[in-house]
């Protein structure tokens, strides 16, 4: 199976952390290989030179300063726009499939909310940085936070990074955020990550396939 247009597809696969996020990405790359298709992966924060020094400071715990809501947007912003305009655009352009480790909903969830920027003014930020440009498919990976953190400590032999360590009040209001705005979006599934990894992997293989079977229709 392979595309009509000459313009590539682009996925994005959504979640808290430790929702399998990255093995999911690996699976469905290996999946769509298979159909003969030219795949990309790419994450976010990260994927460009300076996207990834962005990501590092995202990431660094920092005790001498508070770290903002809003700055921490806009860097989310920054390196968003260096890797849409410097990676992703070009290789959809060329026929590539892209899957992206989050994208711009990941915002909404984690930097807006009660306690967070207004989704209005994120509104605004969004239409500034990436216009109209959606995702073709938006894929979130619901887990429970208590199942995500856990799975994040059994697998870091390192310290959290300044995200990872926030509450699980916080990881909460994140997955409620994800599951009320996912909803508005034109193209997306729902997938439970709660199960083991071969039962997501079942579920995954079998949207994706009736995705693309309804694409190509």
């Known amino acids: 199976m392979k595309s009509c247009s000459n313009f590539g597809r682009y996925i994005v696969v959504e979640g808290l952390e430790g929702s399998g996020k990255t093995t999911m990405i690996g699976f469905v790359k290996k999946m769509l290989i298979k159909e003969g298709f030219d795949i990309l992966t790419v994450r976010e924060p990260g994927g460009t030179p300076i ?26 912003y920054a390196a968003r726009i260096q890797l849409m305009e410097n990676i992703i655009l070009p290789n959809l352009k060329s026929g590539k499939w892209v899957i992206g480790d989050r994208n711009f909903l990941s915002s909404y969830a984690y930097q807006g909310g009660k306690y967070g920027v207004k989704d209005d003014e994120i509104d605004k930020i969004n239409k500034i940085a990436i216009g109209k440009f959606q995702p073709d498919l938006i894929i979130y990976l619901d887990v429970f936070p208590e199942i995500g953190i856990s799975r994040i400590h059994e697998r870091k032999s390192s310290k959290l990074d300044r995200i990872e360590k926030r509450s699980l009040d916080f990881f909460h209001q994140v997955r409620n955020r994800y599951l009320h705005i996912i909803k508005n979006q034109k193209e997306f599934m ?22 693309m079977k309804r694409l190509y229709q």
């Open 51 to 76: 996207s990834e020094k962005i990501r590092k400071l995202i990431k660094k715990n920092f005790l001498e300063e508070k770290f903002l809501v809003k700055t921490e947007l806009f860097m989310f």
């Open 190 to 211: 729902i997938i439970d990550a709660n199960q083991d990894l071969s039962s997501v992997k079942r579920l995954f293989q079998h949207k994706i396939c009736s995705w």
